[in-house]
């Protein structure tokens, strides 16, 4: 959807190493959905970098990044040094385009979290 806008999207490419040269933002895009008998809740580093070292890259050592959450609000626990974090909270289709619509300015971000998404850690929201 950011393409049809005109944006150039460029996605990371597991094993390699990030290129900041010529971004200008680095986006997280999760669909995560919590559930109760899942053993990990957030990111697989692996699966988005690739394996170790690449596992320890972060956008946000290079750019101005953004944490989108599209399922569990809980997510920001897994990354609280990311700058901006945004809770969607599902991934469903006119989701995705309102959080298209807010982050080109289109319509403004509204509400307020009903859930402390900081789990209670002193980073806070």
């Known amino acids: 959807m950011l393409e049809d806008r005109g944006f150039i999207v460029t996605r990371a490419v597991p094993g390699e190493p990030l290129n900041p040269e010529g971004q200008d933002v680095g986006l997280y895009l999760m669909a995560d959905e919590g559930l109760s008998g ?25 750019l101005p990044t953004l944490y989108v959450s599209l399922g569990s609000p809980f997510l920001l626990f897994h990354m609280p040094e990311c700058p901006t974090y945004i809770n969607a909270y599902a991934a469903v289709l006119p989701v995705q385009e309102a959080l298209v619509e807010a982050l080109t300015g289109r319509i403004p971000f509204r509400g307020q979290s009903p859930v402390d998404a900081s789990c209670g850690l002193p980073f806070g929201i």
């Not at 053993?39 to 988005?48: A, D, R, T």
């Open 38 to 62: 899942k053993e990990v809740l957030g990111p697989h580093w692996q699966k988005l970098h690739g394996r170790f070292p690449l596992t320890m890259q972060r956008m946000w050592h290079h």
